[in-house]
Structures are given as structure tokens and as C-alpha cells.
């Protein structure tokens, strides 16, 4: 059965610090997409990235970085020099293609609390 | 025990029929949400309750309109379907807007 999970419910960390967020995900299938959302206070989800299976090079955006390892099953996102306004839930989330409900699936979510 | 529960999972319907959605959340919370998952399973916020307020409301047709008849319902009305509203939709509920959305399982639209 294919699962997200992200197994820090919560994480606060001082400003300027660097913070990852786990996510492991289990699927059946070798073709799925891998998801990074953040839900600021505003409320609503901002994409972050999409990353195919096929592509397991380790991306980097600005202070934002994504390790992909397929071997642990593993989407690890990376905030470096974290700033209050990083402050969020952020959720991983799993597109298997061989979900014939052809729904993405999240996992619970991580908080993370950037203190000043 | 489900949490945001939405109903149907699965709707095959006919171009130009009116069909309801229903979300029900047994959290408490005071925030709904629906999205939208396009082709490419991005999500895309559609609209935005709080305690039975419209807070957001992205630009989507008109035929779509949320109904909330209390803080734990948020019910999603499509009138006069389109094949372009085939997609799966996600409510969600969260307690605030800053606090942690939790998910129903998705419902998919096809029209036909």
C-alpha cells in the first residue's frame, strides 16, 4: 500500500539555523512523483517541488534543498539559514501511478517553528 | 475514526448535471478548504471557510459553489458539469489557517 510519512510532527529550531524535514514513502510502483507543500499561516498549500522516480539528482533552490534517495525511500528537504518566515507546516506528498484512485497522498505534515 | 471524511469517493457523471460533493470533518476545526488536483496532481486551493465565512475564493467558475451549512460541513455544489471539471478533489479542515490541514481521501470527478 503506498504511505507518506513524516515522522516529525513538530520541529522548532533557532533563526538562521538549518532544519531538515524527513519523508519516507513506501509505493509498489517504480514510476511515482514525490511532492514538497507548505502551508503558511495564510492557510492555503504552496508548491514546492515535484521530483519523478527517475530522477534521484539532489535539487537545490535557493536556501531550499531536496535529497532523493530511493534506496531508503527517502524525500528529505533541507532549509538552510532558516528565516521566521519559513515558519510552516510542510507536507510530503506521494503521486503512485499504479494507484488506480489516481490520487496524490500526503503524509501528516511537519510544523516547523522558526524562533527569532 | 475518520477525521475529514468525503463523500463520494468516486462520481461518473454527464456533461451538463448539476452534482454535490459532501465534506464532513469530526475535528472541531474551524477552517475548511477545497482544492482542486489538476492533470499533473498539483493541487490548487479553490476556496476557504472559516466558522461558515467564505475566506478564499480563487478564480473558479461560478458553477462551483461551496455551501457550508456548519463549521463541520463544507459541501462543494457543481452546477451545469464540464469535461474540463474532471479531476479529484480534496477537502480539508484545519483549526486556524496557521495550524496543520488534515486531508480527506479525495474525490474523483469524471464527466462524461
Known amino acids: 500500500a503506498q504511505k507518506v510519512t513524516q515522522a516529525q510532527t513538530e520541529i522548532s529550531v533557532v533563526e538562521k539555523e538549518d532544519v531538515t524535514l524527513d519523508c519516507v514513502y513506501e509505493?509498489?510502483?517504480?514510476?511515482?512523483?514525490l511532492f514538497w507543500y507548505k502551508q503558511p499561516p495564510s492557510g492555503e498549500l504552496v508548491f514546492l517541488i515535484r521530483?519523478?522516480?527517475?530522477?534521484?539528482q539532489n535539487e537545490i533552490s535557493g536556501r531550499y534543498s531536496w535529497n532523493f534517495q530511493k534506496s531508503t525511500s527517502s524525500f528529505n528537504f533541507t532549509i538552510t539559514a532558516s528565516q521566521v518566515v519559513d515558519s510552516a507546516v510542510y507536507f510530503c506528498?506521494?503521486?503512485?501511478?499504479?494507484?488506480?484512485?489516481?490520487?496524490?497522498?500526503f503524509g501528516k505534515g511537519t510544523r516547523l517553528h522558526i524562533l527569532p | 475514526d475518520t477525521a475529514v471524511s468525503q463523500t463520494p469517493k468516486y462520481l461518473v457523471t454527464q456533461m451538463g448535471n448539476d452534482k454535490s460533493i459532501k465534506c464532513e470533518q469530526n475535528?472541531?476545526?474551524?477552517?475548511m478548504y477545497w482544492y482542486k488536483q489538476d492533470s499533473k496532481k498539483f493541487l490548487k486551493i479553490m476556496f476557504s471557510?472559516?466558522?461558515?465565512?467564505?475566506?478564499i475564493n480563487e478564480t473558479v467558475p461560478n458553477r462551483f459553489s461551496p455551501k457550508s451549512p456548519d463549521k463541520a460541513h463544507l459541501n462543494l455544489h457543481i452546477n451545469s458539469l464540464e469535461l474540463g471539471d474532471s479531476a479529484v478533489y480534496f477537502c480539508?479542515?484545519?483549526?486556524?489557517?496557521?495550524?496543520?490541514?488534515?486531508f480527506g481521501q479525495g474525490t474523483r470527478l469524471t464527466v462524461v
Open positions: 509505493t509498489r510502483d517504480t514510476t511515482y512523483y
Open positions: 480539508a479542515s484545519s483549526q486556524d489557517r496557521a495550524a496543520a490541514a488534515f
Open positions: 521530483r519523478n522516480s527517475f530522477d534521484e
Open positions: 506528498a506521494l503521486d503512485d501511478w499504479a494507484d488506480r484512485d489516481d490520487k496524490i497522498i
Open positions: 475535528l472541531g476545526h474551524d477552517t
Open positions: 471557510y472559516n466558522n461558515k465565512e467564505l475566506i
